[in-house]
């Protein structure tokens, strides 16, 4: 597990451009995707400790790269944080059920973002 390293996992360049200055603002290293199956080979690649994914991504969603991320041991205990701007209650529940420890609408706060990224990565890796 890389243990500084965050994948954005986001097909609008703005967004994506958001996250990563908002991370790399309080030191995590970034790493972004524009789509689905770019993503998946980077995460089994690079390990990182977190994953902020999109719900609706071309080529493989953000439902089937938290699968995907789930079911791999490599990096099953990667933090995953679900973004979306479906922010009714049974999209969040199906965000949940794929993977995703959060599930956060869009339009996002990025200061709560980083926040609820740095409290999923201390539960899920207590010696970070």
Same mark, same amino acid.
């Given at each position: 597990?890389?243990?500084?390293?965050?994948?954005? @996992?986001? #097909?609008?360049?703005?967004?994506?451009?958001? !996250? $990563?200055? *908002?991370?790399?603002?309080?030191?995590?290293?970034? +790493?972004? @995707?524009? #789509?689905?199956?770019?993503?998946?080979?980077? !995460? $089994?690649? *690079?390990?990182?400790?977190?994953?902020?994914?999109? +719900?609706?991504?071309?080529?493989?969603?953000?439902?089937?790269?938290?699968?995907?991320?789930?079911?791999?041991?490599?990096?099953?205990?990667?933090?995953?944080?679900?973004?979306?701007?479906?922010?009714?209650?049974?999209?969040?529940?199906?965000?949940?059920?794929?993977?995703?420890?959060?599930?956060?609408?869009?339009?996002?706060?990025?200061?709560?973002?980083?926040?609820?990224?740095?409290?999923?990565?201390?539960?899920?890796?207590?010696?970070?």
């Amino acid at each position: 597990m890389n243990q500084n390293l965050i994948l954005i @996992a986001e #097909d609008d360049a703005d967004i994506r451009d958001m !996250l $990563t200055f *908002a991370l790399e603002g309080v030191g995590y290293r970034t +790493v972004a @995707a524009k #789509d689905g199956n770019t993503a998946a080979r980077i !995460l $089994t690649v *690079a390990k990182p400790v977190g994953l902020i994914t999109d +719900v609706r991504m071309p080529a493989l969603n953000g439902m089937e790269l938290c699968r995907l991320a789930r079911g791999n041991p490599d990096v099953r205990d990667t933090a995953i944080l679900m973004i979306s701007a479906n922010a009714h209650a049974y999209d969040v529940d199906a965000g949940l059920g794929a993977g995703a420890d959060r599930y956060l609408p869009k339009p996002l706060s990025p200061r709560r973002l980083v926040g609820e990224l740095q409290e999923l990565i201390t539960n899920r890796h207590p010696s970070l």
